[in-house]
């Protein structure tokens, strides 16, 4: 053999290996199962709906604790570092800047889905849910402005509490191909919810001034009603946001076909 053959030889020799080992190395990097605890479902099963309903409620469990193979961190309690609701005019009933802080969402690991309709290839699913225990929602408040007719400003510790939540969400996504293996990307979720009380209790109001304090946090819950109407379209946004960020992070590890086969 010459030494111009044996050398391309070589090179064919190191070509197929350098293929091998890339297409093995893409293979590894797009391909995540998913992880134990999680269920997948037959697209084309007549009763894939209630085979995706049973497979969230069984992941549930794992999802409070986190899932590190995914990225995923615990979600109960679900924290929001930071949430803003302006809301009213300075003639409606409610006129207020109100911000939080560190906000701890508790008992997420309550939740009980009670129905599911999905169109897989579509990309789109709406769940309902309800929760066996109350929603507590505690952090770091600010708050100035007025409530109905009276004028309010306050800032430190705070806990709402939303009691018998029962919540639907709406998600659309669309499919994205990656390294040869398809995904679902986010573009929107959709959250709403009704509750059969809110509970509040803002701390430190009127600088410390126990008896004003106490006074306004009896008439907030006295007009619970009025004072969610103005205020739920903001923590159903603060809520969905969140909710989606762990959604997308795990449609993002898991190709769609693994989630459903």
């Not at 053959?5 to 293929?19: I, N």
């Not at 290839?121 to 309902?128: E, V």
């Not at 007025?146 to 705070?158: A, C, D, N, V």
């Not at 995904?183 to 929107?188: A, P, T």
């Amino acid at each position: 053999m010459t030494t111009m053959m044996r050398r391309d030889a070589v090179l064919v020799v190191l070509c197929c290996l350098v293929y091998a080992i890339s297409k093995t190395t893409r293979s590894a990097a797009s391909v995540v199962k998913l992880p134990k605890g999680f269920v997948a479902c037959k697209k084309d099963d007549p009763g894939v709906n209630a085979c995706i309903q049973q497979a969230l409620q069984t992941a549930v469990p794992h999802l409070v604790k986190g899932v590190p193979s995914l990225g995923l961190i615990p979600i109960d309690p679900l924290i929001i570092s930071h949430m803003d609701i302006n809301q009213g005019t300075s003639n409606g009933p409610l006129d207020i800047k109100l911000s939080f802080k560190d906000l701890y969402i508790h008992n997420i690991g309550s939740i009980k889905l009670t129905s599911m309709k999905s169109s897989i290839n579509n990309y789109t699913f709406n769940l309902k849910a309800d929760f066996d225990e109350p929603l507590v929602l505690e952090g770091m408040y600010n708050i100035q402005g007025k409530i109905i007719i009276l004028p309010i400003t306050g800032e430190g510790r705070s806990n709402l509490t939303l009691a018998g939540l029962k919540v639907s969400i709406n998600t659309n996504g669309k499919p994205v191909t990656r390294r040869g293996d398809e995904y679902m990307e986010l573009e929107s979720m959709e959250l709403k919810f009704s509750t059969s009380r809110l509970y509040i209790q803002l701390d430190n109001l009127f600088n410390g001034d126990r008896v004003l304090g106490s006074n306004m946090n009896m008439f907030m819950n006295q007009n619970w009603r009025e004072i969610l109407k103005d205020l739920q379209p903001a923590f159903e946004s603060a809520l969905g946001m969140a909710f989606q960020s762990v959604t997308s992070q795990f449609f993002h590890k898991v190709p769609y076909s693994k989630i459903f086969n």
